[in-house]
């Protein structure tokens, strides 16, 4: 990994200097446009309007528009911000880690202690951990004045921009004015399906399958040409997947669902006792 920005987190007089590193990455498959007729590669171009000449990125200035008079920003002019210059990741509090919204998280960044600071930073980690807050910190990262949360995930400090609390949205919805009568009943059934389904979260067990399936497209392609069978390469689907389909009562829906996760159960407990009793010896 390479750092993206370096800095130091302050609270007091305690400095703590750190390396930023990106947390994530994408996986997606690479993909770019074509021209259907005949495959030609479709590129843009940053044109000016005025002059008609394309324009390299290093001659790229930006500009507000007041509606009356544009005002053109350089890099200088950007660079020169306070905000900008400001190298540090300043604690403005600390608080619980429950009063946090996962909906106001954004982006996440590993923290790496320079190698002078190896005993701040921990003594730092230790502290989080024991009090069990996150800090609340404010940075300045790419042209932007950050609002972030500062937490510990394993032995590393992360990173966590968050939301503005203006740019996320509220949920109001008509038609939740009225609440629906809900019977005991269904909570035990709609709870007995809950149940069902429980487990521990393990997020290397899932994958994405849309991802997946892409690159079998793409290596199809690459060995059978475009007149591939996708029906052969994907196999037909035994149900269709777009939703919709009958509408049945919301008593009898959870009712076949725990029936159907029962049976589901029951057909892999016996798999498995059968594969156990052929791995025993007879005696």
């Not at 994408?26 to 590129?43: A, C, E, F, M, N």
């Not at 052969?232 to 919709?244: A, I, K, L, P």
């Amino acid at each position: 990994m390479r750092a993206i920005w370096t800095g130091a987190i302050t609270f007091g007089l305690v400095n703590v200097p750190v390396k930023v590193y990106s947390a994530t990455e994408d996986h997606d498959v690479p993909l770019h446009q074509v021209h259907d007729k005949d495959g030609g590669r479709i590129r843009y171009q940053r044109r000016c309007e005025i002059c008609g000449k394309i324009v390299p990125y290093e001659h790229i200035d930006k500009a507000f528009d007041s509606g009356e008079k544009t005002v053109i920003l350089t890099a200088d002019d950007l660079a020169s911000l306070p905000a900008e210059r400001s190298r540090e990741i300043d604690v403005v509090e600390f608080v619980p880690n429950e009063q946090l919204d996962p909906i106001t998280f954004d982006r996440s960044y590993y923290l790496e202690p320079d190698s002078k600071s190896l005993k701040a930073y921990v003594l730092l980690r230790r502290t989080l951990e024991d009090s069990e807050r996150t800090a609340i910190v404010n940075f300045a990262l790419r042209q932007k004045s950050r609002l972030a949360a500062l937490r510990v995930r394993g032995d590393v400090l992360l990173l966590q921009t968050l939301l503005w609390s203006d740019e996320v949205r509220e949920a109001v919805f008509p038609s939740l004015d009225e609440a629906p009568r809900i019977t005991q009943r269904e909570l035990e059934l709609s709870s007995a399906l809950m149940e069902s389904f429980a487990g521990n979260f393990e997020p290397e067990k899932f994958s994405d399958e849309y991802q997946d399936e892409l690159r079998r497209l793409i290596d199809a392609k690459l060995e059978q040409g475009d007149a591939i069978d996708t029906a052969e390469t994907f196999g037909e689907e035994s149900e269709s997947r777009s939703g919709g389909g009958e509408v049945i009562d919301l008593m009898e829906a959870l009712q076949r669902s725990v029936e159907r996760s029962r049976a589901g159960g029951a057909k892999e407990s016996a798999k498995n006792g059968a594969k156990n009793g052929a791995k025993k010896k007879p005696a």
